[in-house]
């Protein structure tokens, strides 16, 4: 495995929150993207992590777009790069809102064509840069300021709607593994045609944690299998190995609920029902891997 | 090469003869023959531009802007609801200052589902910061169309322009068209702040209350310009090809005591008005408006005039008429609503107009008596 | 100005008949415009095309209210619509039927496209093609010239079986 670049694209001086796993993301992300990379970001906590015009914190071309949009700029970007015969990446960066919910048309009409980009989604499981209200990514049994007695509908399966395109590849991630995730950026680039990576991206306001906690709680919604790390390449799923030693011996799910004052309260029946989920994904995903599905 | 073609038709060959690197494009009545033709320019090898069939409108117009913004040519084509579906991204793109070229088949807006000629689509769009011009013959719109590029790309506007023409009317019917070799009218496209992976910038980065008011400023300005530029695009037009055009299209106006003014098909509709009018002795003309935004300077002083608007401001007032009205206090003005939603409006009708003329009011053809 | 109405319906080439016919008076040297009178695009529908001609540049956009010859592709379309509205006092109406037809009031031609179509195998999807043969029969009227008819044709379609049936229209076509 390389060793992840020192090179450093993302200043020292974000307006990001303290303990912010998104700015932690993208630091990893544009360490393997390297300096030939333009950046869209659509309405999001990125927008404003940049900073304040005529100032940014980022060394790289960011080009923000209305929320709806990300994926619909891509496109036109990486064509007319190639139009050009330029070999520039072309990485969306956007929230869970972004793509799950307003941006889901634009996204799925990108893979659809089969536009040469990389689309990032850090999920936050809510709408952060507005202050923490519900998105489709938001889980079951979540307080936001939307749903103050805890989320009543389950959290869209984002990525099988992305796999549904079949794209040449697709991956999840989160930055408290690292170098799964750089990895995982280093392959999408490498890949010709669309390319999505999921990111669970723990939010110390939103999540109502410790600022220094984001990282432990990333490891331990990955301990635990609410959020498994794998990769699809053609089709060809792979599990990757922060996930395969978890799923071995599960940690107890109330450890990674329990850390989080958005679940404070959660029911019985909510708990139930996430590890139903929990075990149902981890289910399908080590059937597909055995090539039974 | 004098052929014969549709309005729709004569767009795309404008289109092909810009060679926009990259096309935006989504279905659309009646406007769908433009992107279906440049379709087949493409797969036939005789357009070099990458096609996007994107999935919506509001799609079309950001794969425009994420293109332009990388310093290439890009076009879409649009009518109606797709127009008003792109919005958001009209403001983004005018505001991000690229030079997008957009053709607009103008059509109703529903309820009820209507797809004949009407100019609310474009009026909405009226404050988004782009150039709106107006044509009224198939040969105009192959013209405008090639201007379109060249008035959008010059350094002192980088704005996007709009051209509309009416939907079926003009976008369907067939009329002679001379194309022309473009040679150099069109120059390479140079986009001051285009994207740079050398020279890394933020684009729409968070621009607080000291800074965004200067970047409006910095569109108005462009449109202060965009008079001269757009007269200079049009006198080369004329110096290369000899196609006269101008801000406004007049017709027997200099001794006339009532101009119609009017945008688009109807305005030459309205010449035979005035040819009608002249023979019973009624000193008519015709002033037809092709600059929409920017808003020309009319010499419309001591006469009546007969404005005939295809759209309306509910509440308030038709859309023309308003404009001419906001910039000429004084004038001596007949508001005509006709032809929305493809309401037929004939020679005749508009002749009628003008002999019941009551100045200061406003009337809707159909509805009043 | 001589002004024509096509009745057709979706899809059997009423517009592109209008266009055909345009493009042949521009070939004689004439000024033309064709537009079609339609919206969604559906097959079968009655269709509505207008042809002007004239040897001044025309500046009229609005429907023709009183032409001087109407045409009819399609006879059963006058079941349901009144195609002799507005037709001028010494108006020709061409109709396609393998039958004379009889009007009260006008003069009426009838040519039967469908059978000329059908004879030289000018068949599309299961349906013959009456736009290019009524060329034929237009330039038999004089309404075009036979030579820019072929020509207008020949810019338009590759088959050279479309010339054919406009031939034969031509030479069968009773004035």
């Known amino acids: 495995m390389a060793e992840i670049p020192k090179e450093e694209y993302l200043e020292k001086c974000t307006t990001a929150c303290a303990g912010c796993t998104s700015s932690l993301t993208l630091r990893y992300v544009l360490k393997a993207a390297g300096p030939d990379t333009v950046l869209v970001v659509p309405a999001c906590c990125t927008s404003i992590l940049q900073g304040i015009y005529p100032n940014t914190s980022f060394s790289v071309p960011v080009y923000n777009i209305a929320f709806a949009a990300a994926a619909a700029c891509a496109s036109g970007m990486s064509e007319a790069f190639a139009s050009m015969g330029k070999k520039t990446n072309v990485i969306v960066y956007a929230g869970d809102g972004g793509t799950i919910d307003i941006g889901i048309q634009a996204l799925s009409g990108a893979l659809e064509r089969g536009t040469d980009f990389l689309y990032i989604c850090y999920d936050n499981e809510a709408y952060g840069n507005t202050g923490m209200q519900r998105s489709g990514a938001t889980p079951m049994g979540a307080r936001t300021t939307t749903t103050p007695g805890g989320k009543t509908d389950a959290k869209k399966d984002l990525d099988r709607i992305v796999a549904a395109h079949n794209i040449p590849y697709q991956a999840t991630a989160t930055p408290a593994y690292p170098k799964d995730l750089y990895e995982k950026v280093k392959t999408a680039l490498a890949t010709p045609g669309p390319s999505f990576i999921h990111i669970l991206a723990p939010c110390p306001p939103g999540w109502r944690i410790a600022s220094d906690m984001s990282v432990t709680v990333g490891k331990l919604a990955v301990k635990t299998g609410s959020w498994v790390l794998w990769e699809r390449k053609y089709g060809e799923l792979r599990i990757s190995s922060p996930s395969k030693s978890a799923m071995k011996k599960r940690a107890p799910l109330r450890e990674y609920l329990s850390v989080q004052g958005r679940f404070k309260g959660i029911s019985d029946s909510a708990v139930n029902e996430l590890e139903q989920a929990i075990e149902k994904n981890i289910a399908q995903l080590a059937k597909e891997e055995a090539g039974e599905c | ?369 | 100005m001589f002004e024509i109405r096509i009745h057709s319906r979706g899809g059997q080439g009423g517009v592109t008949a209008a266009r055909l016919l345009a493009m042949a008076a521009f070939l004689d040297k004439k000024h033309a415009t064709a537009a079609p009178f339609y919206g969604a695009e559906r097959r079968g529908a009655p269709v509505t095309s207008f042809v002007r001609i004239d040897s001044e540049p025309i500046k009229i956009y609005s429907q023709i209210r009183s032409p001087n010859l109407i045409v009819v592709l399609d006879a059963s379309i006058m079941d349901t619509v009144d195609v002799l509205q507005g037709i001028q006092k010494a108006g020709t109406v061409l109709i396609n039927s393998p039958h004379p037809v009889d009007l009260p009031g006008v003069k009426v031609l009838t040519i039967d496209l469908t059978g000329i179509a059908l004879a030289v195998d000018l068949v599309v999807s299961g349906s013959p093609i009456l736009n290019t043969p009524v060329l034929g029969a237009l330039a038999r009227m004089g309404v075009i010239s036979r030579e820019s008819a072929e020509a207008a044709i020949r810019d338009m379609f590759s088959d050279e079986r479309n010339v054919k049936a406009a031939e034969a229209a031509y030479k069968e076509l009773v004035l």
């Open chain 2, 1 to 369: 090469m004098l052929t014969v073609a549709t309005g729709n038709k004569a767009v795309a060959a404008a289109v092909k003869a810009a060679k926009p690197a990259v096309v935006a494009a989504y279905p659309i009545t009646p406007q769908t023959e433009i992107v279906e033709q440049i379709a087949e320019y493409v797969t036939a090898g005789e357009m070099d531009a990458r096609y996007i069939p994107v999935e919506s409108e509001h799609s079309a117009m950001t794969a425009c802007i994420g293109a332009s913004i990388t310093g290439v040519r890009s076009f879409t084509a649009t009518s109606s609801h797709g127009l008003l579906y792109m919005h958001e991204m009209l403001h983004w793109a005018a505001g991000a200052r690229l030079p997008i070229v957009m053709a607009n088949v103008n059509r109703a807006l529903g309820p009820g589902w209507n797809v004949w000629a009407e100019h609310t689509d474009a009026f909405s769009q009226r404050d988004t910061g782009w150039i709106q011009l107006f044509v009224s013959t198939v040969q105009e719109a192959y013209d405008t169309t090639l201007m379109a590029f060249r008035i959008a790309e010059n350094t002192g506007i980088l704005l996007p322009v709009m051209v509309n023409l009416d939907g079926f009317v003009l976008s369907h019917i067939m009329q002679s068209l001379e194309t022309v070799e473009i040679g150099d009218y069109i120059p390479p496209m140079v986009l001051p702040h285009r994207i740079d992976t050398g020279n890394p910038a933020g684009y729409g980065t968070l621009t607080g209350p000291g800074d965004h008011f200067k970047f409006r400023w910095e569109i108005e300005k462009a449109m202060r310009n965009s008079p001269a530029v757009i007269a200079d695009a049009e006198e080369e037009f004329a110096m290369r090809f000899g196609r006269k055009y101008g801000p406004v299209d007049e017709y027997l106006c200099d001794d006339a005591d009532v101009l119609i003014v009017s945008m688009g098909t109807l305005g030459k509709e309205a010449e035979v008005a005035v040819d009608n009018l002249r023979k019973e002795g009624i000193k008519a003309g015709s002033l037809r408006i092709r600059w929409f935004r920017p808003f020309p300077e009319l010499d419309i002083s001591d006469r009546d005039l007969v404005v005939l608007d295809r759209g309306y401001s509910f509440g308030f007032g038709g859309v023309l008429t308003d404009s001419i009205k906001s910039r000429y206090r004084d004038s001596s003005l007949f508001s005509v609503v006709a032809g929305l939603g493809g309401q037929e409006v004939t020679y005749d009708d508009i002749a009628e107009f003008v002999r019941n003329r009551r100045m200061g009011e406003e009337y809707w053809f159909g509805v009043d008596a």
